[in-house]
């Protein structure tokens, strides 16, 4: 499989993380895999292949074919493929999301959905338009036309949460809600509300994948486990508590994760689609390369 990952244009860079490209022109007898860990990030699907099947974080089957929203996820999920297959991935910021769809986010939690339950009536042309266009640029172009259509309008009013998710962000995961809370002078409930309404998750479930997620992109750039290091980077108090924190998240050990990637370039290339990615690469004018780019589109 090749895979690489362009930056949006600057019109775009507020809701948009990252374009990733994935294609497989091979035939195979048996299941190819990838898995997916949580992230804090919620992607736009778009197949223009074979359909292909997606495993969500609640071990539920579903076929991808056309065009399907990848909510917020707290469990890993896996693509599973025997056909060639072709996908435009439009990874979103962790509010990008919900300022296309304008809906509560929680019903897309640990789930795969087709964009036809929301009201994209016309999307599906997409799909024709992405494999027939020859070009890179072409296919970047005709996507953030169309998304430059759908988030058209008044932005939404999402302050507060963008404030708290900021804070989690900065502190990698490792934050107490109720010392936010206490800081904001505002109603935990409330806040909850407003982050399951437009994350998909809690401010405390949200925090957790982060911190997740930020130490799972460590491990995935280290040769070998370094246990002490990477307890003292996600501040747990001992390495068993940070095993204990790896499986609820994962379902496996950090040493059985560091053997999937070990052996699946997909998967590993997948690890490193998390939100610190997104916060290095914000300079368009001169082109900066993404970590883990094949290829960069200049705007």
Same mark, same amino acid.
């Given at each position: 499989?090749?895979?690489?990952?362009?930056?949006?244009?600057?019109?775009?860079s507020d809701y948009v993380s990252w374009y990733l490209?994935?294609?497989?022109?091979?035939?195979?007898?048996?299941?190819?895999?990838? #898995?997916?860990? +949580?992230?804090?990030? !919620?992607?736009? $699907?778009?197949?223009?292949? /074979?359909?292909?099947?997606?495993? &969500?974080?609640?071990?539920?089957?579903?076929?991808?074919?056309?065009?399907?929203?990848?909510?917020?996820?707290?469990?890993?999920?896996?693509?599973?493929?025997?056909?060639?297959?072709?996908?435009?991935?439009?990874?979103?910021?962790?509010?990008?999301?919900?300022?296309?769809?304008?809906?509560?986010?929680?019903?897309?939690?640990?789930?795969?959905?087709?964009? #036809?339950?929301? +009201?994209?009536?016309? !999307?599906?042309? $997409?799909?024709?338009?992405? /494999?027939?266009?020859?070009?890179? &640029?072409?296919?970047?172009?005709?996507?953030?036309?169309?998304?430059?259509?759908?988030l058209s309008g008044d932005t939404c009013r999402y302050?507060?949460?963008?404030?708290?998710?900021?804070?989690?962000?900065?502190?990698?995961?490792?934050?107490?809600?109720?010392?936010?809370?206490?800081?904001?002078?505002?109603?935990?409930?409330?806040?909850?509300?407003?982050?399951?309404?437009?994350?998909?998750?809690?401010?405390?479930?949200?925090?957790?994948?982060?911190?997740?997620?930020?130490?799972?992109?460590?491990?995935?750039?280290?040769?070998?486990?370094?246990?002490?290091?990477?307890?003292?980077?996600?501040?747990?108090?001992?390495?068993?508590?940070?095993?204990?924190?790896?499986?609820?998240?994962?379902?496996?050990?950090?040493?059985?994760?560091?053997?999937?990637?070990?052996?699946?370039?997909?998967?590993?290339?997948?690890?490193?689609?998390?939100?610190?990615?997104?916060?290095?690469?914000?300079?368009?004018?001169?082109?900066?390369?993404?970590?883990?780019?094949?290829?960069m589109w200049l705007v």
């Amino acid at each position: 499989m090749i895979n690489a990952c362009y930056l949006p244009s600057p019109a775009l860079s507020d809701y948009v993380s990252w374009y990733l490209l994935s294609n497989d022109t091979n035939t195979y007898a048996h299941w190819q895999e990838a #898995a997916v860990m +949580p992230n804090g990030l !919620s992607a736009l $699907v778009f197949s223009y292949g /074979a359909p292909f099947q997606y495993v &969500t974080g609640l071990d539920s089957y579903r076929a991808i074919n056309t065009i399907s929203i990848l909510g917020p996820h707290t469990k890993p999920c896996q693509n599973r493929w025997k056909d060639p297959i072709s996908m435009f991935i439009i990874v979103f910021k962790p509010l990008g999301l919900y300022k296309l769809l304008g809906g509560n986010m929680f019903a897309l939690k640990n789930e795969v959905v087709d964009l #036809a339950d929301y +009201p994209f009536p016309e !999307s599906s042309w $997409v799909c024709d338009e992405l /494999a027939q266009s020859s070009s890179t &640029t072409a296919k970047i172009e005709l996507v953030e036309d169309w998304l430059k259509h759908h988030l058209s309008g008044d932005t939404c009013r999402y302050s507060l949460t963008a404030y708290v998710l900021k804070y989690i962000i900065e502190h990698l995961g490792s934050v107490c809600i109720e010392d936010i809370v206490k800081k904001l002078n505002v109603n935990r409930r409330y806040l909850e509300r407003q982050f399951n309404r437009q994350l998909g998750m809690s401010p405390k479930d949200y925090a957790e994948t982060i911190r997740f997620s930020y130490i799972t992109s460590k491990l995935a750039k280290l040769q070998e486990i370094d246990w002490p290091e990477l307890t003292y980077l996600g501040k747990f108090y001992d390495q068993s508590h940070f095993i204990k924190h790896f499986k609820k998240h994962s379902n496996i050990s950090p040493g059985e994760f560091r053997g999937i990637i070990t052996q699946s370039e997909e998967t590993k290339f997948a690890s490193q689609i998390n939100i610190f990615n997104t916060h290095h690469h914000t300079d368009h004018n001169h082109g900066k390369y993404i970590t883990l780019v094949d290829k960069m589109w200049l705007v």
